[in-house]
């Protein structure tokens, strides 16, 4: 695959040739799903929380005595049968709800994703971003150049790059990683793809 490699500007400055085995594939729907689902349920926190029985305030002391009293046997004024005791087999927090999928299922996800950018011509390369100083202005020229503004944009570069962050932060619709923070859900969630000539090659290395 072939790939125009564009500068700030917009223009062509060279090409650059991709590997079939990543950015060509048939995209595999069902390995997108489970990684998708394995990462947004890796995000998951436990939010609910009830008092057991021993976690309720009060009643150390047995109600009545054991036997004589005619009335059925209690131990605490705070078992789960009584009004204000601990509720039994209530939600915790302690909840595991991490989705384990295998690695090789977890690349062909990703390949297929990268594929489908390419395929519906959404992927962009472009040789660097070169910022002097933070700057949303020159930021927003730079997309306007790449005719993608105004569209979700998942701009892709090979390690952090403060300055085209902080340029890119009050930009909306567009979001900034490097490219070991790459995820299934941003790239699916972007309309384009953005990624310069280094970020691509580094990502076709881990996959190929």
Known sequence: MKLQVLNQSGQNVKEITLIDSVWGIEPHQQAIYDTVV????????????????????????????QKGTGRARQGSIRAPQWRGGGVAFGPSPDVNY???VNKKVRALAFKSALSIKAQETNLI?????????????EMVEILKNLKIDGQKTLIVTLNKEELLIKSSNNVAKVKTIPANHLNMFDLLNATKLVMTEEAALAVEGVYA
Do not use: H, M
């Open 38 to 65: 394995s990462q947004q349920a890796a995000l998951r926190q436990g939010t609910k929380k009830v008092k057991t029985r021993a976690e309720v305030s009060g009643g150390g002391r047995k109600p009545w005595k």
């Open 98 to 100: 991490k989705k384990s």
């Open 125 to 137: 390369i472009v040789d660097k971003f070169d910022f002097s100083k933070p700057s949303t202005k």
